[in-house]
């Protein structure tokens, strides 16, 4: 039994770690690039809170800043529903959401900041983060970006309950051509996501649409 069960928990790491390895990484990733004032244009997720909260989900802006040790600060605001600020059950930043049912009224325009730190690892464009609030562990990965115009970044989020995969598309404005737009939900799909797990953010009073 005890030797079945190790076998079990070693093929679940095994799948995790190919997970993670099958997720590419932006080629000769220039971190002082990457750096500034981002906007989260689309996001795509197969978690259970991004099921419930997508339809009061908008678009966010974020400021990413290095630290002196080489990490990545990350600063996400977001419109404010209800009494709770807009961060996921599982403390991803970079996307507006409630975080209870009960918070589907926004506050007119009020803000809610969330801040945290994305360590690096020994590969330049991938970073690891733990939520001690939520209790999940996230894989980062910087997939691709021309630094100046947008950037696609997909992550693996695993906690006592399960894993999920997470992509979002940041610009550098408001707005993204049709062609980048299609590209975020083509990598989507290729992540295993479905059309109704992936989400063009909206502005603030606008409908968001999903991918097509």
């Known amino acids: 039994m005890q030797a079945t069960l190790l076998g079990i928990l070693g093929l679940a790491l095994l799948g995790t770690l190919h997970a993670q390895d099958s997720i590419p990484v932006q080629a000769d990733f220039q971190q002082d690039k ?20 997508r339809h009061l989900m908008k678009m966010c802006t974020t400021i990413i800043s290095a630290t002196a040790d080489g990490n990545l600060e990350v600063t996400s605001t977001y419109p404010k529903y209800g009494a709770w600020g807009g961060v996921s059950r599982e403390g991803v930043l970079g996307v507006g959401t ?18 945290s730190l994305y360590i690096k690892t020994e590969q330049p464009g991938r970073f690891s983060y733990t939520s001690l609030r939520w209790g999940s562990k996230h894989n980062i990965h910087v997939v ?17 309950t399960g894993s999920s995969t997470m992509v979002l598309l940041y610009s550098r404005t408001k707005e993204l051509s049709p ?30 649409s999903t991918g097509r």
């Open 179 to 208: 062609e980048r737009l299609e590209m975020f939900t083509q990598f989507s799909r290729e992540q295993g996501l479905t059309d109704d797990e992936i989400l063009i953010l909206p502005q603030t009073g606008e409908a968001g």
């Open 144 to 160: 691709e970006t021309n630094y100046d115009e947008y950037a696609l970044v997909a992550t693996q989020i695993s906690k006592g």
């Open 34 to 53: 990457f750096t500034g004032r981002w906007y989260s244009i689309g996001l795509a997720s197969n978690s259970h809170w991004f099921k419930e909260k």
């Open 98 to 115: 409630g975080a209870s049912p009960s918070a589907v009224l926004p506050r007119g325009d009020q803000c809610v900041t969330r801040n």
